[in-house]
């Protein structure tokens, strides 16, 4: 067919050629694509030409945020599936925090702020996402003075000072991913990812260094990019390798919970004896920490492998063992309350891949109560509450329907 002579509403192109139609539309190169989903221009050139299976749900959205389509069908072909009913319109403060992130020219007027200071405003702000059941919404008014004030900070001191503002700039830039995640911004998003690497890079922080790429290898992974997340994070866990000591436990926390990410990309990867491995010495290391350890940025601690175990079985299609992992870790006592969200809908999609719809809905009616905006941004949980609002018993389907209702989910 003569690219140049497409139809979009042709229900008979591949989807490949529907990317190339509204990448060409919008005078957008192949490397610039992908550079905005994380991808590069060869893999862009490989979808268009149909060389490699169609891209997944996940990347699809990212495809359609970075092209500025709003119907994920003008890339698929058939009815119209809005973006937003998988991750929703996007949070009221991304635009503040977007500006704060774009930000070139920092006002240098004001002194910058004393060091201690700054990290306990970092250290206060995890507390309250921590303790927020609306933890954007804390975080979202707590980030754009936060990124100005460490912008200004890296730029201003000098020698060990300028170090430290920028392993604080990294730890921040990882907090506003927390707040980025499930947002209609994948070009942000990938944007704060490589500041974090190279603030992180700068200051020569083993523990700034390895959150950034525990993150990173986050955003590859959901991007289906799990070649690229398995190498970022099997880069950091050498680099860190010969850094790591048995006094310093907030290090091995970070060592055991990159050894979670390898196994949680092999489970994506559907790599079953790789993923439960890794999830095995994950284990161990956590076994290692104090009872009481929780780390504030990736929950690594005894008492998360158990949500972690109900993922891996999720993502293996495992559904005896995700029903066992998810009674078992159901009352988990996660000490934060998006965290514990994220985990109950992650015992939701245990139950609905054990065929069990009423099962399902409770576990996405727990999560919203523990944490309202984790349900309302998150794919799976939008998926699974628009699926049980036309699917199960009347009770279900009235139930999903309510569900619906209080996230903003038309069904």
């Known amino acids: 067919m003569d690219e140049r002579g497409i139809d979009p509403a042709d229900p008979d192109l591949a989807v490949g050629q529907r990317i190339r139609y509204f990448r060409e539309r919008r005078g957008m190169s192949r490397e610039v694509l992908g550079g905005l989903i994380g991808r590069n221009g060869r893999w862009v ?41 998988f991750r929703g319109p996007g949070h009221p403060s991304l635009g503040a925090v977007r500006d704060a992130i774009n930000t070139v020219a920092v006002s240098m007027t004001d002194p910058p702020p004393p060091l201690g200071h700054l990290q306990a405003r970092l250290d206060a702000a995890w507390r309250a996402r921590h303790a927020a ?36 700039l990294a730890q921040i830039y990882n907090l506003a991913q927390f707040f980025l995640v499930y947002q209609p911004s994948a070009d942000l998003l990938w944007r704060v990812v490589e500041r974090s690497i190279m603030a992180a890079e700068e200051s ?11 993150l990173a290898a986050q955003a590859h992974r959901d991007a289906c990019d799990f070649d690229a997340a398995e190498a970022v994070n099997r880069e950091g866990l050498e680099w860190l390798r010969p850094r790591i000591t048995g006094e310093d436990v907030a290090l091995r926390a970070m060592w055991g919970a990159l050894h979670h990410e390898v196994a949680y990309t092999a489970a994506r990867a559907g790599q079953t004896g790789t993923a439960w491995r890794w999830w095995d010495e994950a284990d161990r290391i956590a076994r ?21 175990a109900v993922t891996i079985a999720v993502e293996l299609r495992q559904a005896g063992e995700a029903r066992r992992h998810a009674v078992r870790a159901s009352r988990a006592t996660i ?36 944490a309202p905006e984790t349900v309302r941004y998150n794919g799976h949980a939008r998926r699974m509450t628009v699926e049980l609002a036309s699917e199960g018993s009347p009770d279900v389907r009235r139930g999903a329907r309510n569900l619906a209702d209080r996230i903003g989910l038309l069904v």
Do not use: C
Not at 133 to 150: C, F, K, M, N, S
Not at 204 to 214: L, N, T
């Open 335 to 370: 000490p934060s309350q998006p965290r514990r969200g994220r985990h109950l809908v992650e015992v939701a999609r245990a139950w609905q891949l054990t065929g069990d719809p009423a099962a399902t809905l409770a576990a996405l009616d727990d999560a919203h109560t523990t």
């Open 204 to 214: 020569e922080d083993p523990k700034a260094f390895g959150g950034a790429v525990w």
């Open 45 to 85: 050139k490989a979808v268009e030409r149909g060389e490699i299976g169609e891209p997944e749900l996940p990347t699809l959205l990212n495809l359609a945020e970075a092209l500025k389509v709003r119907d994920v069908s003008r890339l698929t072909g058939g009815g119209p599936v809005p973006t937003r009913m």
């Open 288 to 308: 290692t920490l104090p009872p009481a350890h929780y780390d504030p940025m990736t929950s690594f601690s005894q008492v998360i492998m158990g949500a972690h």
């Open 133 to 168: 059941p609306d933890h954007r919404t804390v975080l979202g008014a707590l980030l754009p003075d936060l990124i100005l004030d460490a912008k200004r900070a890296a730029r201003t001191y000098e020698g060990a000072e300028r170090r430290r503002a920028l392993s604080l």
